[in-house]
């Protein structure tokens, strides 16, 4: 594959990704919690992608007992609790500044990186990091006044998010090379379930799922913002390094601001929307390289 190519894959799930807000502020009017609406994206997930390949390649299904640490580690590790940091953050403050904040994860994607995979501190990755934390700085408020209005709890929920989001491009960089993108898909979403499903007893709530609203929210934001997403990213992420694969995903603020901002009317001061920028200028940094240089592939 091409390493444009292998970009694109990365850029489109992390857009997908992007839509994620729009479907957990409509299950939140039925009144369920973060940790509840964590368990719903990965219970559907789950589902979802394990009947679709189960009836349409089946051998796909099948991991060595070896690969199951790194397959806990994409799925309860970092996908259930940023989740759940992630939508804490989204209820709290908004959607916004929620995926604003979550991208902080390349920061410990770049370190964690460095030490364990042995990638390079390239000078355009230590320059779309700094300006991606002065983007991110200045979404929160911290900059130029050092009065934010979002809570500091808010804020260490939202490190946590970008932390355990992090963690994905770390676990899923051992199996990528081994496994089909949609086997890791799967049993990532199965062991974020597994974990979910008796910590957050949803079958308390077996009335709401009579609603057609929260049905349809639960599985948009299964096969949309999930399978999907997750299954383009970790196929990108074959081809691509993790510190830059993390960087470059963060094109997704750029489809959940602008659903924030155009749906549920979330408001950005000047420096804010100067921050949002940045992020995205940080974007353009990582994927800028020398001509004849490409990333290196995995396998």
């Not at 639960?218 to 299954?231: D, H, R, W």
Request: with cysteine; hydrophobic share 55%; proline share 4%.
């Amino acid at each position: 594959m091409s390493p444009r190519l292998a970009y694109l894959m990365v850029i489109l799930g992390a857009a997908l990704w992007g839509v994620t807000g729009l479907f957990v502020q409509n299950l939140y009017t039925f009144e369920f919690t973060p940790w509840e609406v964590v368990g719903i994206r990965l219970i559907f997930s789950a589902i979802i992608i394990f009947f679709f390949l189960f009836f349409t390649k089946r051998s796909l299904l099948y991991i060595q007992f070896r690969d199951l640490p790194f397959f806990v580690g994409t799925g309860i590790i970092s996908i259930a609790f940023f989740n759940f940091f992630f939508f804490t953050v989204m209820d709290e403050a908004n959607l916004s500044l929620a995926v604003v904040l979550l991208y902080t994860g390349p920061v410990f994607v770049t370190l964690i990186s460095r030490f364990t995979f042995g990638e390079p501190f390239s000078l355009n990755k230590i320059s779309a990091l700094i300006v991606m934390l002065a983007g991110c700085s200045l979404a929160v408020g911290l900059f130029p006044f050092g009065q934010s209005s979002v809570g500091i709890s808010t804020i260490l929920f939202g490190i946590a998010s970008g932390f355990f989001y992090a963690l994905y491009s770390i676990f899923g960089k051992y199996v990528s090379g081994r496994y089909n993108t949609l086997t890791i898909t799967a049993y990532s979403m199965f062991f974020g379930a597994l974990f979910l499903l008796p910590t957050r007893q949803l079958w308390n709530k077996t009335q709401l799922f009579s609603e057609p609203a929260v049905i349809f929210n639960g599985i948009g934001l299964a096969i949309f913002a999930t399978v999907g997403a997750y299954a383009l990213y970790t196929f990108g992420l074959t081809y691509v390094e993790s510190s830059r694969a993390a960087i470059l995903s963060t094109v997704e603020p750029v489809v959940a601001i602008f659903i924030g901002v155009a749906v549920f009317r979330d408001i950005l001061s000047l420096w804010q929307t100067l921050g949002v920028v940045l992020v995205l200028v940080s974007v353009l940094l990582t994927v800028k390289t020398r001509k004849g240089s490409h990333p290196p592939r995995v396998t």
